[in-house]
């Protein structure tokens, strides 16, 4: 029993553990996860092998008499002291239980969720202590990143062909998550075509794009990066997700216009170079390859034009897509109407509602996870003709609502302290990425890319998210954190 237990076998279950948590992370709504957790709309199949691999790293770091933190944990730490304080004073305030949910109902399961991804943050932290550890994450990242492409062009032929069946594909989809086929959009492993374009942009494109960007590989297979990342846009494509467009253009721009000039000289230089040459002398040796590299460079221009075209044309064929530009039979409608007109409503009452719930208990919040409670009566009065909201406002229905924005749900729970804190917490990230960004060494560069690319879309995408359960701002927190360059005091590479 002592050798089963020894330090090295644990550390290889916790790798296998670590392996099979990254892997599973495309799958966000799985159906078999037992227990309270299992009646939620997220639940994350990676929380199961995370509820495994925690015990098994505490108890390898109390062998060790020491366990390593993040060095930004501070405010971290002072946002759940207040939350907690929040948390017990709105329970002496608790309004009448709603369609069966009570105030203290809420708060515990606010809780749960905050806790399940602290464990997704501590648990990357803990795995990803070097450059080999983040290697072995980025291996595991990207197969969970070949099954999606997979999965994903498979639902793309069975909606739009007739080569795969929509009942097989159905099947199989239902197999694991809760939620079947859409009409027209691909959601891949996950429960919504949103939450697929959520982790390609913010989970799987950061790599990708900075080592295309940095012609950094992890493999020997240096067109690997180069072709998941078309991929992975053209799985994009498919989703239809005006909010991963558009948090992608934005993320790219961003990490062009900081780290792109470097690239976008070596492309410059390498397309132009056989149209400044000499004249050709058939003398010269090689001579005959300058037409053919002429050819390539002007097929290569003609292969991009085409792409953006048929790109442009695929998602205008859509209405959902093309209602963000066509002219309404309105013609002097406000910002409101045509956010409703781009079935942007509902979000926009939720955020609107939300605010309003923070304006009422501004120093404490309602406690986390208890603001759908206090919603209904902070509806806008223009919001009622939405259908979604008018479904819910049913006495029929059993629906208690969410905010779906994760910094206007902290001012409501957590109130102005609260909220400050946390926005402390996720800019320290910035301090980490600073030091990456200006480190001579090319590893940390290569993070430091990537994490602001994937900084700035869990920034935007917590504008229409706002669950704690999510992995994904997590464990990219926590891959941040532990590669970071300053803890090299007490770095020890897992997989050393």
């Not at 008499?65 to 329970?91: D, W």
């Not at 062009?256 to 003398?283: I, M």
Request: glycine share 6%; net charge positive.
């Amino acid at each position: 029993m002592s050798r089963l237990l020894s330090n090295r076998n644990l550390k290889r279950i916790a790798t296998a553990l670590w392996a099979l948590l990254v892997l599973g992370l495309p799958i966000t709504s799985f159906r078999y996860i037992p227990g309270p957790l299992g009646l939620a709309q997220i639940k994350p199949f990676s929380m199961l092998p995370l509820a495994a691999l925690l015990p098994v790293l505490l108890w390898l770091h109390w062998r060790d008499k020491r366990l390593p933190l993040p060095v930004n944990i501070r405010p971290l730490l002072a946002f759940l002291l207040f939350a907690a304080a929040g948390s017990a004073i709105a329970v002496l305030y608790a309004p009448e239980p709603l369609r069966g949910a009570d105030v203290e109902g809420r708060i515990l399961r606010g809780w749960i969720s905050l806790l399940v991804g602290l464990g997704f943050f501590l648990a990357a932290f803990w795995m990803n202590r070097s450059q080999k550890d983040l290697h072995f994450t980025l291996r595991w990242l990207y197969t969970g990143l070949a099954v999606t492409i997979l999965w994903s062009i498979i639902q793309a032929l069975a909606i739009h062909t007739e080569l795969v069946t929509t009942a097989w594909a159905n099947s199989v989809q239902l197999a694991f998550s809760e939620h079947p086929l859409f009409p027209q959009r691909v959601s891949g492993l996950a429960y919504e075509p949103s939450w697929l374009a959520d982790q390609l942009v913010g989970l799987y494109m950061p790599w990708l794009f900075a080592a295309v960007l940095l012609r950094s590989s992890l493999t020997r297979w240096r067109w690997l990066e180069p072709v998941l990342l078309l991929l992975t846009l053209a799985v994009l494509l498919l989703t239809y997700s005006r909010g991963g467009l558009l948090i992608a253009i934005v993320c790219a721009g961003v990490v062009f216009v900081l780290a792109g000039r470097p690239a976008l000289q070596r492309v410059w230089d390498w397309y132009r170079a056989p149209f400044n040459s000499k004249p050709l002398r058939r003398a010269k040796a090689g001579s005959r390859k300058q037409p053919a590299a002429i050819a390539l460079r002007l097929g290569l221009a003609f292969v991009a034009m085409f792409a953006l075209v048929a790109a442009g044309s695929f998602l205008a064929s859509y209405d959902y897509i093309t209602s963000l530009w066509e002219p309404s039979e309105n013609e002097e409608r406000n910002l409101v109407e045509y956010v409703i007109d781009i079935s942007a409503g509902p979000r926009l009452a939720y955020a609107v509602a939300g605010y309003h719930v923070f304006e009422a208990a501004p120093l404490t919040g309602v406690g986390l996870g208890a603001s759908g409670l206090y919603l209904f009566p902070e509806f806008p009065d223009w919001s009622y003709t939405i259908p979604e909201i008018a479904r819910q406002l049913s006495p029929d229905s059993d629906i208690v609502p969410n905010i779906k924005n994760l910094h206007i749900r902290l001012l409501a729970e957590t109130g102005l302290p609260g909220f400050w804190l946390f926005t402390i917490f996720f800019v320290s990230f910035l301090a980490l990425l600073r030091q990456m960004w200006v480190a001579k060494d090319g590893f940390y560069r290569f993070v430091a890319v990537a994490g602001v690319f994937a900084w700035v879309a869990t920034l935007l995408r917590n504008f229409t998210q706002d669950s704690f359960t999510f992995p994904l701002m997590w464990v990219l927190f926590g891959l941040l954190a532990g590669v970071y360059p300053q803890q090299h005091d007490q770095l020890k590479g897992f997989h050393e």
